[in-house]
């Protein structure tokens, strides 16, 4: 029997501690506590589940002045809150003295046998995000005494807007036996429940990928949809009913509980009803009205079940409140006549982006749309991969020449982000499953492809260990899905890729999961 080891548990000295003034942004870098922070130390972490459970009573019809619990009500936690310890170094003032009106986040590296300075590469276990943290209170604690030399010590109360880990992602091949195509996108299912109202599914049970077509060669399979609605690497191929023998999808995703595919080549998009027990897509329906003749959708962006955005060719935006009723034109190429490949939004702001460097943003729900000023309009590339988080903060990524962009200010000023490749290969797509974790997909020139992620909101970003392991090479990840619907906790850890294999004719989904015990 092996031999135990004394580290078998997790102490605090397998824990270092970092801050990041100004939250998560890609400009905000961290700060290693005691070194170019002061000293830290994170105490009294409160994280409510509920902020209560009250119980429903009903008459007993069978026995007079006797109760029978019929329900729970469950009503909203508070927020996370949590005391930050520091002790003051020589040599400047420290920050805690002072006003601290801006939030801030925390990271809390945990492993062993590793260097917990190093933000990136230290940590073996997992890291502790503490995001959003605002001071509520301070205490300055005993300043001077008469007769003791202890170390001057401050206490801060923060309220936090969420505690959560993310851990190393362990990458597998999923639905390996039926995907002999290309896969051009994946989503998660938006279905979240404990078990009252079907098979427990924390967002990651369900999920839907569209594959392209074989072309107009022998055996001549049209594209499909592939499935799964255990959780588990097994996938289902599904027939996408009426599809063109050629066709080939561009997106899938869900609206209320509808799968949806566009087909760009069929100026149409397709939808099926997701049974809500199951999972189980339904037959598929052709859907063409609204859509003009040259102007065929390429992408889409849900916002909510009455409000789904296309773009399409010739810089024709669509909006569709009804899934199975079609589109209305809300822009006729009056911002661009260039096509556009994507579209994403938060909030009243929408960003759609394409060919010729074509960036446009909306912050009214797509009634009105402008192009964007200075960097991404200069460069003279295809735009073609869009990320919103909120009506300030957007990502885009270039195709022909892989490059990457942020702003801060809602698209007045850009900032090219470097990162390992930068101005090469294609970088396809960028996805944010919290305000830390982003990720984005590059493929070299090759072509490889390689997945980038960044837990701090993207003021760094790696494509290695510890965070991405096991990484099988292959050509490229055309998109990247993480559960939205899922708590943070869920969203961060879990990741699909939807791509081409390493021979350049078989598509690949990768499945990317944190362990936990």
């Not at 002999?180 to 999920?207: F, H, K, L, M, S």
């Not at 009913?241 to 509808?258: L, S, Y």
């Not at 294609?426 to 390689?450: C, G, Q, W």
Request: hydrophobic content about 40%; charged content about 15%.
């Amino acid at each position: 029997m092996p031999t135990l080891t004394a580290d078998q548990i997790v102490t605090q000295k397998h824990k270092r501690n970092f801050i990041q003034f100004g939250g998560a942004r890609p400009g905000n870098p961290v700060a290693y506590a005691g070194q170019d922070a002061q000293y830290l130390a994170i105490q009294g972490v409160g994280l409510p589940e509920s902020g209560g459970v009250d119980p429903i009573w009903v008459a007993d019809p069978r026995r007079i002045g006797s109760y029978t619990l019929v329900g729970r009500q469950i009503t909203p936690p508070d927020l996370a809150s949590a005391t930050l310890l520091l002790r003051e170094r020589h040599g400047s003032i420290p920050r805690q003295l002072g006003k601290i009106n801006c939030q801030f986040n925390l990271y809390e590296l945990t492993g062993k046998c590793k260097d917990l300075s190093d933000f990136q590469a230290g940590w073996s276990d997992y890291v502790l995000v503490y995001s959003g943290a605002i001071v509520t209170d301070k205490d300055l604690g005993d300043r001077s005494a008469w007769d003791s030399d202890d170390a001057v010590e401050d206490s801060l109360s923060l309220v936090l807007s969420d505690v959560y880990p993310i851990g190393a992602l362990g990458f597998g091949e999923d639905g390996a036996a039926q995907i002999d195509r290309e896969v051009v996108d994946v989503v998660y299912g938006t279905q979240i429940q404990c078990g009252d109202c079907g098979p427990p599914n924390d967002g990651t049970r369900w999920a839907y990928a569209i594959t392209k077509s074989s072309g107009a060669g022998s055996p001549g399979l049209p594209a499909e949809v592939q499935y799964r609605v255990d959780g588990t690497a097994n996938w289902i191929d599904l027939a996408i009913t009426g599809i063109g023998a050629t066709a080939d999808p561009t997106a899938i995703d869900i609206v209320g509980d509808k799968l949806v595919v566009v087909v760009t080549s069929e100026n149409a998009y397709y939808y099926a009803t997701i049974n809500a027990i199951t999972g189980v897509p339904g037959s598929f329906t052709k859907v063409t009205a609204g859509f003009v003749a040259g102007k065929a959708p390429a992408d889409l962006y849900v916002a909510g079940p009455r409000a789904t955005y296309f773009v399409g060719a010739g810089g024709y935006i669509y909006k569709s409140t009804d899934i199975t009723a079609g589109v209305a034109v809300l822009s006729a190429g009056s911002a661009t006549s260039n096509d556009l490949l994507r579209i994403h939004g938060a909030q009243d702001t929408l960003v759609a982006c394409g060919q010729g460097s074509t960036t446009l943003i909306s912050n009214n729900n797509g009634q009105t749309w402008g192009t964007t000023p200075a960097a991404v309009s200069a460069i003279a590339l295809a735009v073609g991969a869009v990320c919103v988080l909120d009506n300030l903060r957007f990502w885009v990524g270039t195709l022909n020449s892989g490059r990457l962009f942020s702003t801060q200010d809602g698209g007045a000023t850009w900032q090219e982000k470097a990162f390992s490749g930068a101005g090469a290969g294609n970088l396809y797509d960028i996805v944010a499953a919290t305000d830390e974790v982003i990720f984005f997909s590059h493929s070299t020139a090759t072509p490889t492809a390689r997945l980038f992620t960044s837990w701090n909101g993207g003021a760094d970003f790696t494509n290695g260990a510890p965070r991405i392991l096991n990484m099988p090479t292959f050509n490229k990840a055309n998109r990247i899905a993480v559960p939205y619907a899922a708590s943070a906790d869920v969203a961060a850890n879990n990741v699909l890729l939807a791509g081409l294999s390493g021979g350049g004719t078989d598509g690949i989904l990768l499945e990317g999961v944190a362990a936990r015990l």
